[in-house]
Protein backbone atom coordinates (compact mmCIF):
# COMPACT_ATOMS: atom_id res chain seq x y z
CA UNK A 1 0.00 0.00 0.00
CA UNK A 2 0.51 3.41 -0.01
CA UNK A 3 3.15 5.56 1.47
CA UNK A 4 2.06 8.24 4.08
CA UNK A 5 5.25 9.22 5.78
CA UNK A 6 8.79 8.21 4.96
CA UNK A 7 11.32 8.89 7.18
CA UNK A 8 14.48 8.88 5.91
CA UNK A 9 18.22 8.82 7.78
CA UNK A 10 16.42 10.85 10.72
CA UNK A 11 18.69 11.69 13.04
CA UNK A 12 17.91 13.79 16.28
CA UNK A 13 20.02 15.13 19.16
CA UNK A 14 20.44 16.53 22.38
CA UNK A 15 22.57 19.69 22.14
CA UNK A 16 25.17 20.42 19.51
CA UNK A 17 28.96 19.47 19.94
CA UNK A 18 30.90 17.99 22.12
CA UNK A 19 27.70 18.59 24.67
CA UNK A 20 25.54 16.66 22.54
CA UNK A 21 24.17 13.60 22.28
CA UNK A 22 22.31 11.44 19.54
CA UNK A 23 18.91 10.22 20.50
CA UNK A 24 17.63 9.23 17.34
CA UNK A 25 20.06 7.19 14.98
CA UNK A 26 19.89 6.75 11.17
CA UNK A 27 15.91 6.24 11.76
CA UNK A 28 14.17 5.07 8.05
CA UNK A 29 10.89 4.24 8.98
CA UNK A 30 7.64 4.18 6.56
CA UNK A 31 4.02 4.35 7.39
CA UNK A 32 1.86 2.90 5.09
CA UNK A 33 -2.16 4.62 4.48
CA UNK A 34 -4.57 3.01 6.71
CA UNK A 35 -1.95 0.88 9.06
CA UNK A 36 -1.21 1.14 12.60
CA UNK A 37 2.16 1.19 13.05
CA UNK A 38 3.32 0.13 16.85
CA UNK A 39 6.77 1.59 18.05
CA UNK A 40 8.23 -0.10 20.87
CA UNK A 41 11.03 0.02 23.33
CA UNK A 42 11.79 1.02 27.16
CA UNK A 43 12.21 4.04 27.99
CA UNK A 44 15.04 6.11 26.86
CA UNK A 45 15.07 4.12 23.28
CA UNK A 46 14.35 7.44 21.50
CA UNK A 47 10.43 6.38 20.60
CA UNK A 48 9.22 10.13 22.09
CA UNK A 49 12.14 11.72 20.46
CA UNK A 50 11.60 10.25 17.09
CA UNK A 51 7.38 11.69 17.13
CA UNK A 52 8.69 14.75 18.13
CA UNK A 53 11.50 15.11 15.94
CA UNK A 54 9.18 14.08 12.98
CA UNK A 55 6.71 16.55 13.72
CA UNK A 56 9.54 19.41 14.57
CA UNK A 57 7.32 19.51 18.13
CA UNK A 58 11.00 18.81 19.79
CA UNK A 59 11.81 21.03 22.35
CA UNK A 60 15.23 22.99 23.05
CA UNK A 61 17.87 21.74 23.66
CA UNK A 62 16.64 18.99 21.02
CA UNK A 63 17.80 19.36 17.48
CA UNK A 64 17.53 17.54 14.16
CA UNK A 65 20.86 16.89 12.53
CA UNK A 66 19.94 15.31 9.57
CA UNK A 67 17.16 13.41 7.38
CA UNK A 68 14.17 13.36 5.79
CA UNK A 69 10.44 13.51 6.55
CA UNK A 70 8.70 12.92 3.44
CA UNK A 71 4.82 13.60 4.01
CA UNK A 72 1.69 12.64 1.53
CA UNK A 73 -0.68 14.51 1.42
CA UNK A 74 -4.02 13.42 0.29
CA UNK A 75 -3.67 15.51 -2.83
CA UNK A 76 -0.70 17.02 -4.06
CA UNK A 77 3.08 16.43 -4.37
CA UNK A 78 4.82 14.75 -1.48
CA UNK A 79 7.08 17.57 0.73
CA UNK A 80 9.77 17.35 3.77
CA UNK A 81 8.17 18.61 6.74
CA UNK A 82 11.55 19.25 7.88
CA UNK A 83 11.44 21.94 5.29
CA UNK A 84 8.27 23.87 5.56
CA UNK A 85 7.82 26.90 7.06
CA UNK A 86 6.59 28.25 10.23
CA UNK A 87 2.99 28.81 9.08
CA UNK A 88 3.21 25.42 6.99
CA UNK A 89 3.98 23.66 9.66
CA UNK A 90 0.98 24.86 11.52
CA UNK A 91 -1.06 23.57 8.97
CA UNK A 92 0.69 20.09 8.61
CA UNK A 93 0.46 19.35 12.51
CA UNK A 94 -3.47 19.82 13.47
CA UNK A 95 -4.43 19.15 9.51
CA UNK A 96 -2.57 16.32 8.33
CA UNK A 97 -0.37 15.19 11.44
CA UNK A 98 -2.00 15.30 15.15
CA UNK A 99 -0.29 13.88 18.03
CA UNK A 100 -1.91 12.88 21.54
CA UNK A 101 0.83 13.40 23.77
CA UNK A 102 2.12 11.33 26.76
CA UNK A 103 0.10 12.15 29.79
CA UNK A 104 -2.22 14.30 27.37
CA UNK A 105 -5.51 13.87 29.58
CA UNK A 106 -4.12 16.16 32.38
CA UNK A 107 -3.55 18.36 29.60
CA UNK A 108 -6.60 19.44 29.04
CA UNK A 109 -7.20 23.06 30.31
CA UNK A 110 -9.53 23.02 33.65
CA UNK A 111 -11.22 25.54 32.98
CA UNK A 112 -12.51 25.51 30.01
CA UNK A 113 -15.76 23.23 29.41
CA UNK A 114 -14.65 20.79 26.80
CA UNK A 115 -17.19 21.65 24.35
CA UNK A 116 -15.00 25.03 24.15
CA UNK A 117 -11.78 22.94 24.09
CA UNK A 118 -12.70 20.97 21.13
CA UNK A 119 -14.01 24.49 19.09
CA UNK A 120 -10.94 26.56 20.10
CA UNK A 121 -9.34 24.57 17.83
CA UNK A 122 -11.58 24.54 14.87
CA UNK A 123 -11.24 28.19 15.59
CA UNK A 124 -7.81 28.30 15.28
CA UNK A 125 -7.47 26.12 12.18
CA UNK A 126 -10.75 26.44 10.38
CA UNK A 127 -11.58 30.16 10.60
CA UNK A 128 -14.42 30.20 7.89
CA UNK A 129 -16.32 27.66 9.95
CA UNK A 130 -19.02 29.10 11.42
CA UNK A 131 -20.10 28.59 14.78
CA UNK A 132 -22.99 26.00 14.38
CA UNK A 133 -20.78 24.47 11.84
CA UNK A 134 -18.18 24.49 14.78
CA UNK A 135 -20.22 22.97 17.82
CA UNK A 136 -21.79 20.46 15.30
CA UNK A 137 -18.22 18.96 14.31
CA UNK A 138 -17.46 19.25 17.99
CA UNK A 139 -20.68 16.97 19.20
CA UNK A 140 -19.67 14.93 16.97
CA UNK A 141 -16.19 13.93 17.52
CA UNK A 142 -17.10 13.68 21.01
CA UNK A 143 -20.11 11.27 20.03
CA UNK A 144 -17.49 9.23 18.05
CA UNK A 145 -15.36 8.89 20.69
CA UNK A 146 -18.12 7.64 23.41
CA UNK A 147 -18.65 10.90 24.96
CA UNK A 148 -22.61 11.50 25.47
CA UNK A 149 -23.49 14.88 24.31
CA UNK A 150 -25.08 15.82 27.53
CA UNK A 151 -21.40 15.52 28.92
CA UNK A 152 -20.77 18.08 26.02
CA UNK A 153 -20.60 20.76 28.64
CA UNK A 154 -18.47 19.27 31.71
CA UNK A 155 -14.97 20.73 32.69
CA UNK A 156 -12.33 18.30 32.55
CA UNK A 157 -12.32 17.33 36.27
CA UNK A 158 -16.18 16.19 36.02
CA UNK A 159 -14.64 13.33 33.79
CA UNK A 160 -12.76 10.22 34.70
CA UNK A 161 -9.82 9.44 33.31
CA UNK A 162 -10.70 7.85 30.43
CA UNK A 163 -13.27 10.35 29.37
CA UNK A 164 -10.48 12.83 29.20
CA UNK A 165 -8.30 10.81 27.54
CA UNK A 166 -11.30 10.05 25.01
CA UNK A 167 -12.02 13.97 24.68
CA UNK A 168 -8.37 14.24 23.44
CA UNK A 169 -8.22 11.49 20.55
CA UNK A 170 -11.35 13.19 19.91
CA UNK A 171 -9.66 16.52 19.43
CA UNK A 172 -6.43 15.19 17.80
CA UNK A 173 -9.35 13.70 14.99
CA UNK A 174 -11.13 17.08 14.75
CA UNK A 175 -9.63 18.40 11.66
CA UNK A 176 -9.66 15.16 9.91
CA UNK A 177 -6.10 14.00 9.62
CA UNK A 178 -4.26 11.67 7.70
CA UNK A 179 -2.23 10.51 10.65
CA UNK A 180 -2.44 10.25 14.24
CA UNK A 181 0.32 10.00 16.47
CA UNK A 182 0.04 8.33 20.24
CA UNK A 183 2.70 8.60 22.64
CA UNK A 184 2.11 6.42 25.32
CA UNK A 185 -1.19 7.43 25.27
CA UNK A 186 -3.02 5.15 27.72
CA UNK A 187 -0.42 4.55 30.49
CA UNK A 188 -2.36 6.51 33.25
CA UNK A 189 -5.12 4.32 32.51
CA UNK A 190 -6.14 0.84 33.65
CA UNK A 191 -5.44 -2.01 31.41
CA UNK A 192 -9.08 -2.63 30.83
CA UNK A 193 -9.52 1.00 29.83
CA UNK A 194 -6.15 0.85 27.38
CA UNK A 195 -7.69 -2.38 26.10
CA UNK A 196 -11.39 -0.48 25.25
CA UNK A 197 -9.57 3.20 24.33
CA UNK A 198 -7.34 1.59 22.14
CA UNK A 199 -10.31 -1.00 20.69
CA UNK A 200 -12.62 1.91 19.68
CA UNK A 201 -9.19 4.37 17.81
CA UNK A 202 -9.09 1.18 15.89
CA UNK A 203 -12.64 1.37 14.84
CA UNK A 204 -12.53 4.95 13.79
CA UNK A 205 -9.54 4.46 11.85
CA UNK A 206 -11.32 1.74 9.64
CA UNK A 207 -14.30 4.31 9.44
CA UNK A 208 -12.36 7.54 8.96
CA UNK A 209 -9.63 5.89 7.13
CA UNK A 210 -6.35 7.85 8.89
CA UNK A 211 -3.12 5.94 9.98
CA UNK A 212 -1.38 5.40 13.92
CA UNK A 213 1.75 5.56 14.95
CA UNK A 214 1.32 4.21 18.34
CA UNK A 215 4.21 4.20 20.80
CA UNK A 216 4.30 2.39 23.87
CA UNK A 217 6.65 0.44 26.38
CA UNK A 218 3.71 -2.27 26.28
CA UNK A 219 4.36 -4.85 23.46
CA UNK A 220 1.71 -6.62 24.26
CA UNK A 221 -0.73 -3.81 23.35
CA UNK A 222 1.28 -3.28 20.21
CA UNK A 223 1.14 -7.29 19.11
CA UNK A 224 -2.56 -6.54 19.66
CA UNK A 225 -3.45 -3.87 17.90
CA UNK A 226 -1.38 -2.85 15.08
CA UNK A 227 -0.32 -4.19 11.89
CA UNK A 228 3.40 -3.39 11.84
CA UNK A 229 6.00 -2.93 14.35
CA UNK A 230 9.21 -1.24 15.26
CA UNK A 231 11.25 -1.57 17.89
CA UNK A 232 14.13 0.39 18.60
CA UNK A 233 16.86 0.48 21.31
CA UNK A 234 19.63 2.94 22.03
CA UNK A 235 18.11 5.52 19.45
CA UNK A 236 18.14 2.90 16.56
CA UNK A 237 15.53 0.78 15.21
CA UNK A 238 16.17 -3.01 15.96
CA UNK A 239 13.81 -4.84 14.77
CA UNK A 240 10.96 -4.02 12.10
CA UNK A 241 8.04 -6.49 10.84
CA UNK A 242 4.43 -7.40 10.70
CA UNK A 243 3.12 -7.85 14.66
CA UNK A 244 2.17 -11.30 13.94
CA UNK A 245 5.91 -12.32 13.36
CA UNK A 246 7.36 -10.14 15.82
CA UNK A 247 5.20 -12.06 18.16
CA UNK A 248 5.38 -15.66 16.52
CA UNK A 249 9.24 -15.37 16.21
CA UNK A 250 11.36 -12.41 16.72
CA UNK A 251 14.64 -12.37 16.19
CA UNK A 252 16.78 -9.27 17.45
CA UNK A 253 17.84 -10.75 21.36
CA UNK A 254 16.13 -7.65 22.51
CA UNK A 255 12.72 -8.24 20.65
CA UNK A 256 12.58 -11.39 22.31
CA UNK A 257 13.39 -9.96 26.31
CA UNK A 258 10.70 -7.12 25.51
CA UNK A 259 8.58 -10.44 24.50
CA UNK A 260 9.85 -12.16 27.59
CA UNK A 261 8.25 -9.08 29.40
CA UNK A 262 4.76 -9.66 28.40
CA UNK A 263 2.21 -9.22 31.44
CA UNK A 264 0.32 -12.24 31.95
CA UNK A 265 -3.37 -12.28 31.56
CA UNK A 266 -3.95 -11.72 34.80
CA UNK A 267 -1.64 -10.87 38.19
CA UNK A 268 1.49 -8.49 38.50
CA UNK A 269 3.29 -7.41 35.55
CA UNK A 270 6.56 -8.48 35.15
CA UNK A 271 9.94 -6.92 35.14
CA UNK A 272 11.95 -6.71 31.88
CA UNK A 273 13.06 -10.92 33.13
CA UNK A 274 14.35 -11.62 29.62
CA UNK A 275 16.89 -8.74 29.79
CA UNK A 276 19.46 -8.32 32.78
CA UNK A 277 20.55 -4.43 33.20
CA UNK A 278 19.32 -1.35 31.67
CA UNK A 279 19.01 0.74 28.95
CA UNK A 280 22.26 2.73 27.84
CA UNK A 281 22.78 6.23 28.86
CA UNK A 282 22.65 8.55 25.45
CA UNK A 283 26.18 9.88 26.82
CA UNK A 284 28.07 6.44 26.99
CA UNK A 285 26.73 4.33 24.35
CA UNK A 286 28.00 1.25 24.03
CA UNK A 287 30.48 0.92 21.07
CA UNK A 288 29.07 -1.85 18.36
CA UNK A 289 25.80 -3.12 18.65
CA UNK A 290 24.76 -0.82 21.70
CA UNK A 291 22.81 -4.21 22.94
CA UNK A 292 25.56 -6.04 23.61
CA UNK A 293 26.47 -5.63 27.06
CA UNK A 294 23.37 -6.70 28.06
CA UNK A 295 22.56 -9.42 25.29
CA UNK A 296 22.50 -13.00 26.52
CA UNK A 297 24.18 -13.78 22.42
CA UNK A 298 26.65 -11.33 21.96
CA UNK A 299 29.67 -12.50 20.48
CA UNK A 300 33.07 -11.57 18.93
CA UNK A 301 32.17 -9.20 16.08
CA UNK A 302 29.27 -7.33 18.99
CA UNK A 303 30.96 -5.09 20.98
CA UNK A 304 33.06 -3.22 18.17
CA UNK A 305 31.12 -3.37 14.62
CA UNK A 306 27.63 -1.85 14.45
CA UNK A 307 24.80 -3.60 13.03
CA UNK A 308 22.89 -1.96 9.93
CA UNK A 309 19.01 -2.44 10.08
CA UNK A 310 18.94 -5.45 6.83
CA UNK A 311 15.67 -5.82 5.01
CA UNK A 312 14.76 -9.52 4.29
CA UNK A 313 11.32 -10.17 2.81
CA UNK A 314 8.78 -8.18 5.24
CA UNK A 315 10.92 -7.46 7.60
CA UNK A 316 14.32 -6.24 9.11
CA UNK A 317 16.37 -6.86 12.05
CA UNK A 318 19.67 -5.51 12.87
CA UNK A 319 21.96 -8.16 14.62
CA UNK A 320 25.01 -10.03 13.86
CA UNK A 321 23.47 -12.83 14.49
CA UNK A 322 20.37 -12.97 12.24
CA UNK A 323 22.58 -10.72 9.35
CA UNK A 324 25.65 -12.21 7.57
FE1 LIG B 1 23.21 -9.43 20.60
FE2 LIG B 1 25.23 -9.20 18.91
FE3 LIG B 1 22.76 -9.30 17.98
FE4 LIG B 1 23.63 -7.16 19.28
S1 LIG B 1 24.37 -7.91 17.33
S2 LIG B 1 21.70 -8.16 19.56
S3 LIG B 1 24.94 -8.07 20.82
S4 LIG B 1 23.86 -10.91 19.07
MG1 LIG C 1 8.46 8.48 25.93
Known amino acids: SQPVIEIRNLNVGYGLGDQGVRAVRDVNL ?58 QLRQFRWNETAIVFQGAMNSLNPVHKISTQLTDVLKAHEPKMSETQRNARAREMLKLVGIAPDRMDAYPHQLSGGMRQRVMIGMAL ?36 FSVIFITHDLSLLVEFSNRIAIMYGGRIVEEAPASAIYRDALHPYSKGLLGSFPALKGP ?14 KGMPTGCSFHPRCPKAFE ?7 VLEQKDSRS ?8
Open 30 to 87: TLHRGEVLGLAGESGSGKSTLAYGMTRLLAPPGVITGGEVIYHPEQGDPYDVLSLSDT
Open 301 to 307: PCSSQIP
Open 269 to 282: RRELSGIPGSPPDL
Open 317 to 324: VACWLVND
Open 174 to 209: ILQPQVVIMDEPTTALDVVMQRQILGQLIELRERLG
